[in-house]
């Protein structure tokens, strides 16, 4: 803000943390070489405007990872939809009470639903907690890694269903192509500089649809042995995942190829409403080499994003 400049332009330079960088970039190591998750904890939500709390958020995030990725090309405050614009920071909050005037709500984010286990985009999601629900939303995250070795064990020939081609419904409202083919799981082989590793990329509603966006009738459906993978990651995630409960102020970091992730249902109050600002980051020099095969979507997240572009909405709207 002393600056005068644009959210945009906040980076490691302009919101220079001399005593916390160090820490940090450890934990960025962290997340792309350890445990795959942390939490800060203790920001003072209601001691700064909406504003303040997005250029904190977004100073923090910059010195974890310096990369915004795009979660929407249009400027949410065009009613056409014609205004270009990088959305990089989106608002995770019960919208179905606007989705009557602004249009269908296609994932399940934006309710109070429950979540089954999935991933987002992106090689890492983050969550600020602005506010929490009056009752659950637990977060939910569970290792790939962990339900990779059980089907290995017992069900060898879901990790092959798994790899193989699914026919991935594509929701871009100008998609050339309604659906395209790609794996759900993904084998990293060892490098001098990596260890081996196993990464997810997947969620259920591009295969069964969610609430009034049902699956499109021209793609073929889904086979038993997929339905049957599907469920078994689902399963297996609530079997080995780690709850997390989110306090007001906290922000949560997740490597969303380690981990994937699902979240309880919740209850908002009339004065208490969950809402959690996200990013989807990357760090060019931890990252982990992105898989070919989603290398295109990678492309549409993180590619050409510039500062003039950048936009950082101050409230909800409906995706």
């Known amino acids: 803000q002393a600056l005068n400049a644009p959210i945009s332009h906040v980076t490691q330079a302009t919101f220079p943390l001399p005593t916390l960088h160090a820490e940090l970039r450890r934990l960025s190591h962290e997340l792309h070489f350890g445990h795959g998750f942390f ?25 974890i990872a310096s990369q915004r990725g795009r979660q929407d090309h249009r400027d949410p405050s065009d009613s056409t939809g014609k205004t270009p614009a990088d959305v990089v920071l989106t608002h995770i909050k019960d919208l179905s009470h606007l989705a009557a005037m602004d249009g269908k709500i ?49 069900r060898p020939d879901l990790i092959h269903t798994l790899s193989q081609p699914w026919d991935m419904e594509v929701f871009e409202k100008d998609a050339k192509q309604k659906f395209t083919p790609r794996p759900l799981m993904f084998h990293h082989p060892a490098t001098d500089t990596t260890p081996e590793r196993v990464s997810l990329q997947y969620g259920r509603r591009y295969f069964v649809g969610f609430g009034q966006l049902p699956r499109n009738p ?27 409960h989110f306090a007001k102020g906290d922000i949560q970091y997740v490597n969303n190829l380690a981990l994937f992730h699902a979240r309880d249902g919740f209850l908002d109050g009339e004065d208490k409403r969950r809402h959690l600002l996200r990013f989807w980051l990357r760090d060019p020099e931890h990252a982990w080499k992105t898989p070919e095969a989603i290398q295109w979507r990678w492309d549409q997240i993180y590619g050409g994003v510039t500062p003039e572009k950048e936009l950082f909405p101050l409230e909800p709207f409906v995706r």
């Open 39 to 63: 939490v800060l904890r203790g920001l003072r939500v209601d001691a700064y405007t909406r504003q303040e709390n997005i250029i904190i958020y977004t100073g923090l995030s910059a010195h």
């Open 106 to 154: 296609g994932s399940p984010a934006y309710t109070t639903d429950k979540q089954v286990f999935h991933t987002d985009s992106g090689d890492i999601v983050s969550l600020f907690a602005l506010e929490t629900a009056v009752d659950g939303g637990a977060s939910k995250l569970a290792s790939t890694w962990r339900v990779y070795n059980e089907l290995a064990a017992q």
């Open 218 to 244: 021209d793609i073929p459906p889904i086979t038993e042995a997929q339905a049957e993978a599907l469920d078994a990651l689902h399963f297996l995630g609530e079997k080995y995942c780690v709850n997390t």
